[in-house]
């Protein structure tokens, strides 16, 4: 199964309910997926090569990938969507009050 989650609040400065809601649901869910043999797509709206690193050398493996869509204004709307409807990933979750369009 491929898991997409919207990781982009996960990785913000502000650390309100969501966000923290988001970081402990990513860092939780990724050694479960690991262990059954599912896929994991973590979907970020501005490029930051820390937060790759340490995803890489805290789960190594294949099972999880960081996704790139830069973007500030709208990105779950527009970017967001367009990247979902392309790659297809079996659930999507976000922890956000927005959805992705389409």
Do not use: C
């Not at 988001?22 to 709206?45: C, D, K, M, S, W």
């Not at 789960?59 to 869509?69: A, E, F, L, Q, R």
């Not at 709208?74 to 979902?84: D, E, I, K, S």
Request: net charge negative; charged share 20%.
């Amino acid at each position: 199964m491929i898991i997409g989650i919207d990781a982009s609040r996960a990785v913000t400065e502000q650390k309100t309910r969501t966000e923290a809601y988001a970081h402990f649901l990513i860092e939780h869910l990724l050694p479960l997926t690991a262990t059954a043999g599912h896929q994991v797509r973590l979907y970020f709206n501005e490029e930051d090569p820390q937060v790759a690193d340490a995803l890489a050398e805290r789960y190594p493996g294949d099972h999880v990938t960081i996704v790139n869509i830069p973007l500030n204004r709208l990105w779950t709307h527009v970017r967001l969507g367009q990247t979902l409807r392309s790659e297809r990933p079996d659930v999507f979750f976000t922890p956000a009050h927005v959805i992705p369009a389409g």
